[in-house]
């Protein structure tokens, strides 16, 4: 792979000789050569700028003068200099690769009496690409440095200065066939491209074979082909400044410490790069990862190709229509397989209606909480909540079988019973990690308005039959306290009660 880098200042580069790039150079994996474009001018004050035409403005650089420069670069990697040769072949040191920077920026003839090494040069045969920082530009991506890497063999960096190149010049070559590759470094203007040609030097050249040690730190870091930020890294001190490495890094179980990385992946790019997560293949990610980005603000279940931001919010009367339909699609779920269709929509009917649902709204001892899919052409519902709070320290729902005087992990209640009437999930939104998310708003929704207590409960009863709900309450902190019988439409039920503390450590 070669570098030509053009640009008014090409002493800029000599930063290049450093580092990775600088030894890639050494070992001949990468040849880099700056050239001064002002060696292209014919007039004594080596001019490369007009005015712009249409005004305005700054300056524009001259499209006569690229086209010369480019030109003859193109023509073939002939003119290297003697030194870089001696570069590309590992003959140098460390100073005469130095000075190969320096150097090879004088103006490489037409004609240079130095033999071509590949004759009859063409870019397509070179894969050459004009590559043109600018702010203009697409962003500089890992893929598109993936793609250079593997698919050029020649990038001519073209940098501008003022306002920029004359635009003729990328259409001319575009037209010739040479890919032209404007790109920027992010939203931010900088004074010319040098700083952005050295960031594609170095951005393409480690993808370079043999150019990093490990090739498996490749595949983790940020934006790699997992479409996420790295996670955080620490070594040696184990405690620095009152600051520990995180327990599970020290402790040997690599699966665990991979969870933790993957965790801390997600929770990074959450925050700082949302669009990623956007982007992100939900068919790739497993229970764990849906779990965590529900944490996250995001949704996704198995049958989603990218996750959704998710929204957990208390609704309001304006709901009541879409609650209800939610309300009539799962309710059926929780259900004994042997309870007839007419005594669920009885039950539906009279309970979970738009207009009970309008009543339950405009009540404040309710506490109604949706999560809702907050994406662009969101699918509206995923889940719902409904909590009856009762007056100061009594019991919500206690014709209902509420468990007035229950103790929970041995502790006996001080403050109000708030009766979890209603917790679904839409089924197809179930592994997705919402009903995690949406609990734990419920928990902390009820945890402020009872904070005068010092240890209000939560209780609520569901089928007996119902084993997955069962298992889930259980991991929801909640313990069996008792039974009832609970009338759908004309049919009895045995419920399981179960309760819990609201207030968690
Ligand atoms: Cl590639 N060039 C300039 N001049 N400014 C920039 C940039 C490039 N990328 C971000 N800002």
Redesign the pocket.
């Known amino acids: 792979m070669r570098f030509d880098i053009v640009s008014v200042f090409p002493e800029f580069f000599q930063v290049l000789d450093l580092s990775l790039v600088g030894k890639a150079r050494e070992r001949g994996v990468l040849e880099v050569a700056a050239h001064d474009l002002r060696d292209w001018t014919d007039d004594p004050h080596r001019t490369v700028d007009d005015t712009p035409a249409g005004g305005g403005a700054g300056m524009v650089m001259r499209a006569d003068i690229w086209g010369k420069a480019i030109d003859e670069l193109l023509a073939g990697p002939a003119r290297k200099t003697g030194e870089e040769e001696a570069v590309a072949q590992g003959r140098a040191t460390g100073g005469r690769s130095a000075r190969a920077c320096s150097r090879g920026t004088g103006k490489l003839r037409e004609g240079a009496k130095r033999p071509n090494t590949v004759p009859n040069a063409t870019p397509e045969a070179f894969r050459a690409v004009l590559a043109?920082?600018?702010?203009s530009?697409t962003p500089?991506t890992q893929r598109a440095c993936e793609r250079l890497a593997g698919q050029a063999d020649r990038i001519i960096v073209a940098c501008?200065?003022y306002e920029?190149i004359d635009a003729r010049v990328a259409e001319h070559y575009a037209g010739r066939g040479v890919e032209v590759f404007e790109?920027?470094?992010?939203?931010?203007?900088?004074?010319?491209?040098e700083?952005?040609?050295v960031?594609l030097v170095e951005a393409v050249g480690r993808l370079l074979p043999g150019m990093v040690g490990n090739p498996e730190s490749l595949l983790e870091e940020s934006h790699s082909a997992a479409g996420l930020l790295e996670y955080p890294v620490y070594t040696r001190p184990v405690e620095w400044r009152g600051l520990r490495i995180p327990e599970v890094l020290l402790g040997g179980n690599h699966r665990e410490a991979a969870r933790w990385r993957r965790d801390r992946s997600l929770e990074r790019t959450a925050a700082r790069r949302p669009d990623m997560i956007a982007g992100l293949d939900a068919r790739a990610m497993d229970k764990k990862d849906r779990r965590m980005l529900a944490e996250l603000g995001f949704m996704a279940n198995r049958g989603s190709s990218h996750p959704t931001p998710m929204r957990i919010r208390e609704a309001g009367p304006a709901d009541a229509e879409a609650l209800a339909a939610l309300a009539a699609r799962t309710f059926p779920d929780a259900c004994p397989a042997w309870l007839g269709r007419e005594d669920m929509d009885a039950f539906i009917a009279e309970n979970l209606s738009a207009e009970r649902f309008g009543e339950y709204l405009a009540d404040p001892h309710w506490l109604v909480l949706v999560c809702e899919d907050a994406g662009e052409g969101g699918t509206g519902f995923a889940g719902y909540t409904l909590c009856l709070l009762p007056e100061a320290d009594g019991a919500a729902g206690i014709e209902e079988g509420a468990p007035v005087n229950a103790t929970v992990d041995g502790v006996v209640r001080d403050g109000p019973l708030v009766e979890l009437s209603k917790f679904y999930v839409d089924r197809a939104w179930r592994g997705s990690g919402v009903s995690g998310a949406l609990w734990r708003a419920t928990l902390a929704g009820l945890s402020q308005r009872t904070r005068q207590w010092r240890e209000p409960f939560v209780w609520l009863g569901t089928n007996e039959g119902n084993r997955r709900a069962r298992k889930a309450y259980r991991k929801m902190g909640f313990a069996e306290v008792g039974e009832r019988t609970f009338m759908v439409g004309d049919e009895p039920n045995s419920d399981v009660i179960f309760a819990r503390r609201i207030h968690v450590a």
Do not use: E, F, K, M
């Open positions: 043109i920082p600018t702010p530009g500089l501008g200065r920029g790109y920027s470094l992010g939203d931010y203007v900088l004074n010319g491209g700083v952005a040609a960031a």
